[in-house]
Protein backbone atom coordinates (compact mmCIF):
# COMPACT_ATOMS: atom_id res chain seq x y z
CA UNK A 1 0.00 0.00 0.00
CA UNK A 2 2.85 2.71 0.74
CA UNK A 3 4.55 1.65 -2.18
CA UNK A 4 1.92 2.30 -4.53
CA UNK A 5 1.07 5.65 -2.52
CA UNK A 6 4.61 6.31 -2.89
CA UNK A 7 4.64 5.85 -6.55
CA UNK A 8 1.67 7.69 -7.44
CA UNK A 9 3.56 11.24 -5.82
CA UNK A 10 6.77 10.47 -7.80
CA UNK A 11 4.72 10.69 -11.05
CA UNK A 12 2.85 13.59 -10.08
CA UNK A 13 6.36 15.11 -9.75
CA UNK A 14 7.51 13.90 -12.44
CA UNK A 15 4.87 15.25 -14.68
CA UNK A 16 5.23 18.48 -13.22
CA UNK A 17 8.64 18.59 -13.63
CA UNK A 18 8.00 18.14 -17.52
CA UNK A 19 5.96 20.64 -17.62
CA UNK A 20 8.64 23.16 -15.66
CA UNK A 21 11.59 22.39 -17.90
CA UNK A 22 9.04 22.83 -21.00
CA UNK A 23 7.75 26.19 -19.50
CA UNK A 24 11.62 26.99 -19.14
CA UNK A 25 12.52 25.97 -22.63
CA UNK A 26 10.05 28.84 -23.96
CA UNK A 27 10.67 31.35 -21.71
CA UNK A 28 14.33 30.87 -22.65
CA UNK A 29 13.64 31.13 -26.48
CA UNK A 30 11.68 34.09 -25.72
CA UNK A 31 14.04 35.91 -23.87
CA UNK A 32 16.51 34.58 -26.37
CA UNK A 33 14.99 36.29 -29.59
CA UNK A 34 14.09 39.28 -27.38
CA UNK A 35 17.65 40.29 -26.57
CA UNK A 36 20.10 38.49 -28.67
CA UNK A 37 20.28 41.29 -31.23
CA UNK A 38 20.86 44.56 -28.42
CA UNK A 39 23.47 42.50 -26.54
CA UNK A 40 25.09 40.85 -29.27
CA UNK A 41 24.64 38.30 -26.67
CA UNK A 42 22.54 34.88 -26.59
CA UNK A 43 20.93 36.12 -23.11
CA UNK A 44 20.61 38.53 -20.65
CA UNK A 45 20.68 42.06 -21.60
CA UNK A 46 21.98 45.65 -21.90
CA UNK A 47 22.76 47.12 -18.25
CA UNK A 48 21.78 50.54 -18.40
CA UNK A 49 23.23 54.25 -17.62
CA UNK A 50 22.20 53.59 -13.94
CA UNK A 51 23.68 50.58 -13.49
CA UNK A 52 27.00 51.03 -15.11
CA UNK A 53 26.90 54.00 -12.63
CA UNK A 54 26.40 52.20 -9.54
CA UNK A 55 29.03 49.39 -10.21
CA UNK A 56 31.57 52.00 -11.47
CA UNK A 57 33.00 53.95 -8.71
CA UNK A 58 36.87 53.10 -8.42
CA UNK A 59 39.04 56.25 -8.13
CA UNK A 60 42.61 55.89 -9.50
CA UNK A 61 45.88 56.90 -7.46
CA UNK A 62 45.91 60.05 -8.99
CA UNK A 63 42.53 61.25 -8.27
CA UNK A 64 40.88 60.21 -11.59
CA UNK A 65 37.17 59.00 -10.76
CA UNK A 66 36.32 61.48 -7.39
CA UNK A 67 33.23 63.39 -8.01
CA UNK A 68 33.34 67.15 -7.72
CA UNK A 69 33.39 68.18 -3.95
CA UNK A 70 34.81 69.83 -1.39
CA UNK A 71 35.06 70.12 2.49
CA UNK A 72 37.19 70.50 5.72
CA UNK A 73 38.30 68.65 8.51
CA UNK A 74 36.04 70.35 11.00
CA UNK A 75 33.27 69.88 8.47
CA UNK A 76 33.55 65.71 9.01
CA UNK A 77 34.56 66.06 12.85
CA UNK A 78 30.18 65.35 14.11
CA UNK A 79 29.85 63.11 11.03
CA UNK A 80 32.91 60.86 12.20
CA UNK A 81 31.71 61.15 16.07
CA UNK A 82 28.52 59.77 15.02
CA UNK A 83 29.27 57.00 12.67
CA UNK A 84 32.52 56.24 12.90
CA UNK A 85 33.68 56.33 16.22
CA UNK A 86 31.64 53.48 17.80
CA UNK A 87 34.14 51.40 16.30
CA UNK A 88 37.29 53.35 15.62
CA UNK A 89 37.91 55.46 18.65
CA UNK A 90 37.00 59.39 18.64
CA UNK A 91 41.07 60.01 17.86
CA UNK A 92 40.61 57.16 15.42
CA UNK A 93 42.47 54.61 18.16
CA UNK A 94 40.68 51.98 17.43
CA UNK A 95 38.30 50.72 19.98
CA UNK A 96 38.57 47.32 21.35
CA UNK A 97 40.00 45.02 18.27
CA UNK A 98 38.26 47.57 15.29
CA UNK A 99 40.79 48.81 13.17
CA UNK A 100 43.30 51.83 14.55
CA UNK A 101 43.19 54.73 11.71
CA UNK A 102 45.87 57.22 13.23
CA UNK A 103 49.43 56.77 14.05
CA UNK A 104 51.65 53.90 13.69
CA UNK A 105 54.26 56.25 11.83
CA UNK A 106 58.14 54.58 11.34
CA UNK A 107 56.72 51.47 12.85
CA UNK A 108 56.69 50.11 9.06
CA UNK A 109 60.28 48.18 9.42
CA UNK A 110 59.35 46.40 13.25
CA UNK A 111 58.73 43.24 13.81
CA UNK A 112 55.13 44.21 13.80
CA UNK A 113 54.48 47.26 11.78
CA UNK A 114 51.02 49.29 12.94
CA UNK A 115 49.68 50.09 9.12
CA UNK A 116 47.12 52.89 9.18
CA UNK A 117 46.03 55.15 6.90
CA UNK A 118 48.60 57.77 8.30
CA UNK A 119 52.07 55.10 8.35
CA UNK A 120 50.81 52.79 6.04
CA UNK A 121 48.25 54.14 2.46
CA UNK A 122 50.10 55.52 -0.21
CA UNK A 123 47.27 58.01 -1.94
CA UNK A 124 44.50 59.79 -0.37
CA UNK A 125 42.21 58.93 -3.34
CA UNK A 126 42.42 55.28 -2.37
CA UNK A 127 41.10 56.68 1.15
CA UNK A 128 37.80 58.06 -0.21
CA UNK A 129 37.19 55.02 -2.60
CA UNK A 130 37.63 53.05 0.12
CA UNK A 131 35.21 55.08 2.50
CA UNK A 132 32.58 55.69 0.06
CA UNK A 133 32.38 51.92 -1.08
CA UNK A 134 32.78 49.95 2.13
CA UNK A 135 32.01 52.33 5.39
CA UNK A 136 30.53 52.87 7.53
CA UNK A 137 30.72 49.14 8.03
CA UNK A 138 27.32 47.35 7.89
CA UNK A 139 25.92 50.30 6.93
CA UNK A 140 28.09 51.11 3.11
CA UNK A 141 27.71 53.60 0.75
CA UNK A 142 25.28 55.46 2.82
CA UNK A 143 27.38 58.51 2.76
CA UNK A 144 26.96 61.40 0.25
CA UNK A 145 30.26 62.61 -1.59
CA UNK A 146 30.43 65.49 0.78
CA UNK A 147 30.41 63.71 3.65
CA UNK A 148 32.92 61.26 2.34
CA UNK A 149 35.39 64.35 1.43
CA UNK A 150 34.28 65.25 4.98
CA UNK A 151 35.36 62.59 7.01
CA UNK A 152 38.48 61.34 5.05
CA UNK A 153 39.72 64.99 5.66
CA UNK A 154 39.09 64.02 9.40
CA UNK A 155 40.88 60.91 9.51
CA UNK A 156 43.81 62.85 7.53
CA UNK A 157 43.71 65.36 10.40
CA UNK A 158 43.46 62.17 13.18
CA UNK A 159 47.15 61.80 11.54
CA UNK A 160 48.30 65.12 11.49
CA UNK A 161 48.35 65.54 7.94
CA UNK A 162 45.86 68.12 7.49
CA UNK A 163 44.75 71.38 8.98
CA UNK A 164 41.22 71.20 10.91
CA UNK A 165 39.64 74.20 8.25
CA UNK A 166 41.48 73.88 5.30
CA UNK A 167 39.11 73.58 2.55
CA UNK A 168 39.88 71.20 -0.05
CA UNK A 169 38.22 70.31 -3.90
CA UNK A 170 38.84 67.03 -5.59
CA UNK A 171 41.55 68.24 -6.95
CA UNK A 172 43.69 69.47 -4.49
CA UNK A 173 42.25 66.47 -1.85
CA UNK A 174 43.91 64.12 -4.09
CA UNK A 175 47.33 65.88 -4.12
CA UNK A 176 47.54 65.41 -0.50
CA UNK A 177 50.92 63.58 -0.11
CA UNK A 178 50.79 60.70 2.21
CA UNK A 179 54.05 59.90 4.00
CA UNK A 180 54.35 56.53 2.81
CA UNK A 181 53.74 57.63 -1.12
CA UNK A 182 57.04 55.95 -2.09
CA UNK A 183 56.79 52.59 0.25
CA UNK A 184 55.65 50.89 -3.06
CA UNK A 185 57.51 49.79 -5.90
CA UNK A 186 58.09 47.46 -8.46
CA UNK A 187 59.51 45.08 -9.61
CA UNK A 188 58.79 43.34 -6.40
CA UNK A 189 62.30 42.65 -4.83
CA UNK A 190 61.27 40.05 -2.08
CA UNK A 191 63.13 37.04 -3.05
CA UNK A 192 60.28 34.42 -3.56
CA UNK A 193 58.64 36.79 -6.19
CA UNK A 194 59.27 36.04 -9.79
CA UNK A 195 60.59 38.73 -11.90
CA UNK A 196 60.36 36.81 -14.97
CA UNK A 197 57.21 36.07 -17.42
CA UNK A 198 54.82 33.80 -15.36
CA UNK A 199 54.42 30.63 -15.97
CA UNK A 200 51.72 29.23 -18.14
CA UNK A 201 52.61 25.59 -18.99
CA UNK A 202 54.11 22.74 -17.66
CA UNK A 203 55.12 25.03 -14.64
CA UNK A 204 55.04 22.24 -12.09
CA UNK A 205 58.77 22.80 -10.50
CA UNK A 206 59.72 20.03 -7.85
CA UNK A 207 59.38 21.97 -4.30
CA UNK A 208 60.17 20.52 -0.72
CA UNK A 209 58.69 21.23 2.21
CA UNK A 210 61.84 21.58 4.73
CA UNK A 211 59.54 23.28 7.62
CA UNK A 212 56.32 24.50 9.01
CA UNK A 213 56.44 28.14 10.73
CA UNK A 214 53.45 28.46 12.86
CA UNK A 215 52.66 31.48 15.21
CA UNK A 216 51.11 30.56 18.53
CA UNK A 217 49.33 32.67 20.09
CA UNK A 218 48.98 35.31 17.63
CA UNK A 219 46.82 37.89 19.35
CA UNK A 220 48.65 39.30 22.06
CA UNK A 221 46.97 40.25 25.29
CA UNK A 222 49.56 41.45 27.62
CA UNK A 223 52.33 38.72 26.87
CA UNK A 224 53.81 39.12 23.05
CA UNK A 225 53.47 36.22 20.85
CA UNK A 226 56.45 33.66 20.27
CA UNK A 227 57.10 32.28 16.86
CA UNK A 228 58.30 28.84 16.94
CA UNK A 229 59.44 26.30 14.29
CA UNK A 230 57.95 23.28 14.33
CA UNK A 231 59.65 20.35 12.12
C1 LIG B 1 30.60 48.85 13.01
C2 LIG B 1 31.99 49.20 13.07
C3 LIG B 1 32.51 50.23 12.09
C4 LIG B 1 32.03 51.49 11.84
C5 LIG B 1 30.83 52.17 12.44
C6 LIG B 1 32.94 52.08 10.88
N1 LIG B 1 33.93 51.19 10.56
FE1 LIG B 1 35.55 51.57 9.38
N2 LIG B 1 36.14 49.64 9.59
C7 LIG B 1 35.47 48.67 10.32
C8 LIG B 1 36.06 47.39 10.03
C9 LIG B 1 35.61 46.05 10.59
C10 LIG B 1 37.09 47.62 9.10
C11 LIG B 1 37.98 46.58 8.45
C12 LIG B 1 37.21 46.02 7.31
C13 LIG B 1 37.99 45.04 6.49
O1 LIG B 1 39.20 44.92 6.64
O2 LIG B 1 37.34 44.37 5.65
C14 LIG B 1 37.14 49.05 8.89
C15 LIG B 1 38.08 49.66 8.10
C16 LIG B 1 38.14 51.03 7.90
C17 LIG B 1 39.22 51.71 7.22
C18 LIG B 1 40.47 51.03 6.66
C19 LIG B 1 41.49 50.87 7.76
C20 LIG B 1 42.75 50.19 7.30
O3 LIG B 1 43.85 50.69 7.57
O4 LIG B 1 42.66 49.13 6.63
C21 LIG B 1 38.90 53.03 7.19
C22 LIG B 1 39.72 54.13 6.57
C23 LIG B 1 37.62 53.17 7.85
N3 LIG B 1 37.19 51.94 8.29
C24 LIG B 1 36.95 54.36 8.00
C25 LIG B 1 35.69 54.46 8.58
C26 LIG B 1 34.92 55.68 8.59
C27 LIG B 1 35.37 57.01 8.02
C28 LIG B 1 33.74 55.40 9.22
C29 LIG B 1 32.57 56.29 9.45
C30 LIG B 1 31.98 56.90 8.28
C31 LIG B 1 33.80 53.99 9.62
N4 LIG B 1 34.99 53.47 9.20
C32 LIG B 1 32.82 53.36 10.35
C33 LIG B 1 34.44 48.89 11.20
C34 LIG B 1 33.69 50.05 11.26
Not at 21 to 50: C, H, I, K, N, S
Request: charge should be negative.
Amino acid sequence: MSVSVRGTRSRARFGSLIMWVGAAAVGMMLATTAFADQAGLPYGRLAVPEEVAAWDIDIRPDGAGLPAGSASASDGEELFYERCAVCHGEFGEGVDRWPVLMGGFDTLTEDRPEKTVGSYWPYTSTLWDYIHRAMPFGEAQSLTDEEVYAVSLYVLYLNDLVELDTVYDQKSFAAIEMPNANGFFMPDPRPDTPVAEPCMQDCDAPSEVIGKARILDVTPDQDEGEAVVVD
